[in-house]
């Protein structure tokens, strides 16, 4: 056999080891339910789950918690996924800034003990250009002082 | 007056470019068809070549409409209005050239006509083949421009599209059709920044350039000239290499300088999009290496050469596309060209794989064996290790895709990405690194001497020596507390990095010292190697021991909740009280801006704002280092998007202090850019990661009235505020009062001790119109808002309201990042090798233009010199 055959046999059977590792990586979408019942099950591995805010008519965030006086590292918030199930849900990090203005949410984590830990939060905005944005007589004011 | 001119020319170029290029690929392909290499038809080549320069001036026309745009700000068109403001400064104008889709279209056609150019001009004999290939490119690009529609066809997005006709249904334009707004939407505040200036033309020109020997290798195909295409192919492909890494890198220190997830790479699908292609590229680069010295490898050239260029097209695909969804940050806005970039994929893939198919068997390969001792065969195991790197990030990014073939097929499915990216590239890409550290050095050194075995180990004992030695001599100091820690048991694949990159290192810099006593020009390689082995080094310390430094000790309420998921990454630092971490002492100092003309940043508490957020009034002189730059009342021109924070550091005696941004801008909320303090061996990287609620007012206090005289005192939490005295004015914070006769105003000059600092405070009572009015004033500084209530003229004492709020704070996380700077000194290395042996290629390839049968002559000289 020729070395370079030996090496090319080699290289597939990396290439499938990677494969492999990947496929065992790779994390899922998954509904509040099915990450409680993996929980139940022991199972730790981290899921993505997708979800919309809890708001009231004025279009509050309702259950969303966060004191930077008393822990700027402790954020929790209610998600109610896509079976409108909601959870709560915490972030031990700052609230990210553009937390109230999102429309949907992806979050990463596992359940622990009736609380999905996320640690790592996805915000999609609303649309950048909505037909009505445009006003008559000025362009708009980009900034709000701080 | 809406200017419909300047887009419909810039229309009808792009319409021209169209067909230009239609005209050349065609014409290009008949003066190739059924001729051998050199022997075209000549009067289809010269048509082609009219109708290519017909494109380049097109092209041209459609950049300068572009621009005038621009630059005019016509916001009557789309374009403009999405992406430019009139405050826009002229070099980030540039910017917005290519912040849409639209626009690095544009960037990357133009690259591809320069390069046609230069192909045309150089190297006449390859011409028609490879500008067939490049004229058909160029075809499916302009088509992404088009913008127009047939039936239900939409053809590309057209950036000259006029507002009106992008969103015919805002009510505006029922009211007014030739409705112009007075200012754009502007270009999203991260992309203003030097880097965005350069950075994506220079990633385009890395793609862009991959087209060259993708054209070469398709012609030699086509023309049946296996292996002449290499010599002309060759530098080209070093150069498309190098200049992809630059612009990978440039990408990289933007996203250290401007983005917080603290760090250069994160993984994310818009880098590893372009990561793949630069690996193979790479890998090309070396199996071109091996092909001149020992005529093997031609296939895996052939299939390196074209998966590099079709993975540049995937990479397009995925970013422009919409497909990566949920997955990325930061690809651009879908514009439903997805079929439309698919076709121009699968159009390339197909010809590319067929031509492959066609032509497989004929393509050279050599029988002969290679050994353990030659050198080629460890270049060809980098290559392919290379290869195997590249498959791994393009398996996992291609995640989303599988979802959204599967889809397609009927099939649901719900993969995502690996919820720990880190951890999951790491784990591969760490031994990518080893592995190639290791081969290179060892390769290096083996190239260059004899293949035996005594001669390859005595090159090889002065570099292993030092390996162990300086190895041993980084761990011994991470052991006393000079450099990082490495713990060896734990983390023994960071120790092999650190011996492999170490061992790079040394052995390339020892071949480097050989070859440069033969020939300068020769030490490219060795010196790119180096650079590569020094990022290594760099990447393991900045990565692999990033160390928190803003520990958070107080504030521990919530988080027993889960003592194991605990987060203290970011501290609360209440303005102006230190607070000490990691030996370092903090202080937060207050909130500054920029203002024009002045070269340090003006704190917020001296620019009162006017009603142009442009425009601010100075409420004290502006004084820096003994000059004067503005006086009292002067209108001062502001920045008003960004706000820097000062942060003082104190350690050791040493004084220094960083100023992290925050941003706040409408559509994507608060946006945080670190500062970075750079040391020798380390940086310090501290940004904002919240603020009190920007958008909303501050809570105050119910207000406490104090009646007070002359000298008195009156305490506030604990601060104490004196009341100097009082004296009459006409103007307040620089504004005009406008008194008119029986009007009077007066202003109490009182001071307050904050914990390290006097602040003069002047609230203001007003008798304007026989009605009393009262400006209050405020230390931002202590929370604290006094107003002249009242004068009480018989007692000769005054009423003043006192109002507290909460103390601004800020959070804040600051990292250190040890080593960061070689991996930066690095990548000037690593390009400055590529040019050293770009430049030698590229004088190969002119001495020996007749033929690639045989190895250049003077290149086996130089060989046999260095060998003796």
């Known amino acids: 056999m020729k070395k370079t055959h030996i090496i090319g046999i080699i290289i597939i059977a990396l290439a499938i080891g990677i494969i492999m590792t990947t496929a065992g990586d790779a994390s899922t979408y998954v509904s509040f339910s099915e990450a409680i019942e993996l929980a139940e099950d022991g199972n730790n591995k981290k899921v993505h789950v997708v979800g919309r805010l809890k708001k009231d008519e004025q279009g509050h965030i309702l259950g969303m918690q966060y004191d930077p006086l008393k822990d700027p590292n402790y954020f929790s918030f209610i998600l109610s996924d896509t079976n409108k199930l909601e959870q709560r849900v915490v972030y ?11 429309e949907q949410v992806v979050i990463t984590g596992n359940m622990k003990n009736d609380v999905f830990i996320a640690d790592k939060i996805l915000l999609k905005c609303p649309s950048k250009y909505t037909e009505n944005e445009i006003k008559a007589g000025e362009g708009k004011p980009k900034t709000a002082s701080l | 007056m809406i200017n419909t001119f300047i887009g419909d020319l810039g229309h009808l170029s792009v319409i021209l470019a169209f067909v230009a290029a239609i005209v050349s690929a065609l014409a290009y392909f008949m003066a190739s068809y059924k001729q051998p290499l050199g022997q075209d038809k000549l009067d289809w080549k010269l048509m082609g070549r009219g109708a290519f320069i017909v494109h380049v001036i097109a092209v041209l026309g459609i950049i300068g409409s572009l621009f005038e745009i621009i630059y005019s700000h016509r916001y009557e068109y789309h374009y403009a209005w999405s992406h430019s403001s009139n405050h826009l400064p002229t070099h980030y104008m540039i910017s917005c050239f290519w912040e849409g889709q639209e626009g690095s279209f544009l960037l990357w056609i133009f690259w591809h006509t320069i390069l046609g150019l230069m192909l045309i001009k150089f190297n006449r004999k390859w011409e028609a ?6 004229a058909f490119v160029q075809l499916f690009l302009t088509s992404m421009i088009l913008g127009v529609v047939i039936g239900d066809l939409k053809i590309g997005s057209s950036p000259f599209i006029l507002l009106r006709d992008f969103m015919p249904d805002a009510p505006v334009f029922k009211l007014d059709p030739n409705f112009i707004p007075k200012d754009g939407n502007g270009l999203n505040p991260l992309l203003q920044n030097y880097w965005m200036v350069i950075h994506p033309p220079t990633l385009f020109l890395g793609f862009a350039a991959a087209l060259v020997p993708f054209a070469f290798a398709i012609a030699g195909l086509w023309k049946g000239e296996y292996t002449a295409w290499l010599k002309p192919a060759f530098p080209w492909t070093s150069f498309a290499a190098m200049i992809m890494g630059v612009g990978i890198i440039m990408g990289a220190y ?4 401007t983005l917080n997830f603290g760090g250069y790479w994160n993984w994310d699908p818009v880098e590893n999009a372009v990561y793949i292609p630069w690996l193979t590229l790479i890998a090309a680069v070396h199996t071109m290496v091996i092909y001149k010295r020992s005529k093997s490898a031609l296939r895996t050239t052939y299939l390196l050469v074209i998966v590099s260029f079709l993975l540049v097209l995937y990479a397009t695909f995925l970013t422009r596309s919409g497909i990566l969804g949920n997955a990325s940050v930061h690809s651009f806005t879908d514009l439903g060209l997805s079929g439309q970039l698919f076709t121009y994929m699968a159009a390339f893939f197909i010809l590319a794989i067929g031509m492959m198919v066609w032509r497989w068997k004929k393509i050279p390969a050599t029988q002969k064996e290679l050994t353990t001792y030659s050198a080629e065969l460890w270049v060809f195991i980098g290559a392919a290790v290379l290869c195997l790197g590249a498959f791994q990030v393009l398996a996992t990014t291609s995640i989303p895709v599988y979802n959204s ?6 099939l649901k499915t719900n993969a995502a990405l690996p919820a720990d990216q880190i951890g999951h590239y790491t784990k591969f890409q760490l031994w990518v690194g080893v592995a190639i550290a290791a081969l290179s050095g060892y390769a290096q050194i083996m190239w260059y001497r004899k293949n035996e075995k005594e001669n390859i180990s005595n090159a090889l004992a002065i570099p292993l020596i030092l390996t162990f030695l300086f190895s041993a001599l980084f761990l011994l100091l991470g052991k006393i507390g000079w450099m990082p820690a490495v713990d060896i048991t734990k983390e023994w694949m960071y120790v092999i990095l650190l011996l492999t990159s170490l061992f790079a290192i040394f052995s390339n810099l020892s071949m480097m010292f050989t070859l440069m006593q033969k020939k300068i020009a020769l030490s490219g390689g060795a010196i790119a190697h180096i650079g590569m082995a020094m990022i290594l080094f760099g990447i393991l310390y900045s990565a692999g021991y990033s160390k928190v430094v803003s520990e958070n000790m107080s504030g521990l309420l919530y988080s027993r909740e889960f003592p194991d998921e605990m987060n203290r990454d970011n501290v609360l630092l209440w303005r102006n009280q230190t607070t000490e971490m990691n030996g370092y002492k903090v202080t937060y100092k207050g909130q500054f801006m920029e203002v024009k003309g002045v070269p340090e940043y003006v704190n917020k508490q001296i620019l009162f704002p006017l009603v142009d957020p442009y425009k601010a009034l100075a409420r004290a002189d502006i004084k820096q280092n003994g000059k004067t730059y503005f006086k009292t009342g002067d209108t001062l021109e502001i920045i008003p998007e960004n706000t820097y924070y000062e942060v003082e550091y104190k350690k050791d005696g040493e004084t220094f202090t960083l100023w992290p941004r925050a941003q706040v801008n409408e559509e994507m909320g608060l946006l945080a850019s670190p500062d970075i303090k750079m040391f020798a061996n380390r940086d310090l990287y501290t940004h904002v990661s919240s603020i009190p609620q920007p958008d909303e007012e501050k809570e105050w206090s119910e207000v406490k009235e104090h009646l007070i005289g002359i000298k008195d005192t009156i305490f506030i939490n604990d601060y104490v505020a004196v009341l100097y005295g009082l ?3 006409t103007a307040v914070q620089g504004i005009d009062l406008n008194l008119a006769e029986g009007d009077v105003a007066v202003q109490a000059d009182m001071k307050v001790f904050g914990e390290n600092k006097e602040y003069h405070i002047h609230p203001v009572f007003v008798i304007k119109d026989k009605l009393m009015g009262r400006i209050p004033d405020e230390v931002e500084d202590l929370g604290i808002r006094i107003t002249f209530n009242n004068i009480d003229p018989v007692m000769n004492k005054f009423s003043f309201g006192v109002e507290t709020t909460q103390k601004d704070y800020i959070i ?22 590529f040019i050293m042996a770009i430049v030698r290629r590229n004088k190969e390839s002119k001495a020996d233009s007749s033929d690639g049968n045989d190895r250049p002559k003077v290149m086996a000289k130089q060989r046999k010199k260095i060998v003796a």
């Open chain 2, 254 to 257: 933007w996203a250290y300088e």
């Open chain 2, 405 to 410: 073939f599967m889809g397609f097929i009927g």
């Open chain 1, 92 to 102: 031990f990090n700052p609230k990210p800034q553009d937390f109230e203005r999102s």
């Open chain 2, 129 to 134: 083949p490879t500008m067939a290939v490049f």
């Open chain 2, 727 to 729: 004296e009459k004015t």
């Open chain 2, 812 to 833: 804040m996380k600051a990292m250190e990042k040890p080593f960061i700077s070689i991996m930066w000194i690095g990548v000037f290395v690593m390009t400055g090798g």
